[in-house]
């Protein structure tokens, strides 16, 4: 199945899933640097999917960007979080 036909099959079901989703991978692609980075975009993606599937989409601040979770850990815009090497105590 190509991708615009699975798009338009999610779209109609969920609308503005698409467009969302499409946003967190682009600025995955762009500021995605290390590990942390991919869990905090994967939480985002999740949060979004619960979100959609419980129709209720979170709202969407000016900046265009869904405003997700309610707790400072969702919330936290990932180009804001430290990079590099943390002391992991896992």
Known sequence: MKLDKIESVIEAQYP???DQL???LQ?????C???DD???YAKEIVTLLKNFA???PPPIDP???EMIGSNSDENADPAQ???GDKNNTD
């Open 63 to 65: 900046s265009g960007r």
């Open 81 to 83: 979080e430290p990079r």
């Open 33 to 35: 640097n290390s590990t």
């Open 16 to 18: 503005g899933l698409v």
């Open 27 to 31: 600025e995955v692609r762009i500021k």
């Open 54 to 56: 419980k129709g209720t």
């Open 38 to 40: 991919s869990i905090v």
């Open 22 to 24: 499409k946003s967190v």
